[in-house]
């Protein structure tokens, strides 16, 4: 009888057993846990400020002022866990003034992918928007790309490079998502952000536009719904990359 009961565990070690248990489980990071068994909008999103003022300080020169705003508007957005608006950073400035850097660094310190997150959405009028005569067509597909990118997951940035050669229209798509209402089109849109990027052109003495610089909405380019499409992905084919 001694031999068959030696293996067996009093009630009491059992209770021990289940508290050791449940205390592991109080202590474990289930956040962590949710993330590492799948690609979620709130684990991809991981702000690291300190890294980003590191970076900015050690590798963005002459821009002291500007890498204050935006650090202190970027902190204030996403400590607000209920803004009730975007937030909307615009970049404008000379050739070489670190614009793109800036932006490049955002996303890289905002979200674990950086600029290959799939909530991190880079648009260039020239690439996504080339020709005037296709504008109606770019209006649906824009209002249709942003609105499901945010449905899929409010915390994502959308970049607009070279706004000097969007056309209006496509800025008045925009339009809706930027103010301060709480829906849009169904959607809830306030933890989104928007970096709309700007080069001012060089002058000549008299007056005119270098050669050089950005100019006029190009004739040619590659096919405009294809480079949209190429960005889709998931079943409603609007959980896409930038």
Not at 64 to 79: E, N, P, R, S, Y
Not at 200 to 213: E, Q, V
């Amino acid at each position: 009888m001694a031999a068959a009961t030696r293996g067996c565990w009093s009630w009491g070690s059992l209770l021990g057993l289940l508290g050791l248990v449940s205390a592991a489980a109080a202590a474990w990071d289930l956040t962590s846990l949710h993330c590492h068994f799948g690609a979620f909008c709130e684990c991809d999103f991981q702000p690291d400020f300190q890294g980003l003022e590191c970076d900015l300080a050690q590798h963005l020169a002459g821009q002291h002022l500007a890498k204050a705003l935006v650090v202190k508007a970027l902190k204030a957005f996403v400590q607000d866990p209920a803004p009730t608006k975007p937030l909307v950073l615009s970049l404008h400035g000379w050739t070489g003034t670190g614009k793109s850097y800036l932006s490049s660094l955002l996303a890289r310190y905002l979200f674990r992918g950086g600029l290959r997150s799939p909530h991190v959405h880079h648009f260039s009028p020239v690439i996504h928007f080339p020709h005037p005569s296709h504008m109606d067509r770019y209006k649906k597909d824009l209002k249709r790309w942003v609105q499901g990118n945010l449905t899929a997951c409010s915390r994502s940035l959308f970049l607009f490079d070279e706004m000097d050669k969007l056309a209006p229209s496509l800025m008045e798509v925009l339009r809706p998502f930027l103010g301060s209402s709480w829906v849009v089109f169904g959607t809830n849109y306030r933890k989104a952000i928007f970096i709309f990027i700007r080069w001012l052109l060089a002058l000549r003495p008299h007056g005119r536009a270098s050669p050089r610089c950005p100019g006029a909405f190009p004739t040619t380019a590659a096919a405009p719904r294809a480079a949209l499409r190429a960005q889709r992905a998931g079943p409603a084919g609007l959980g896409a990359k930038g």
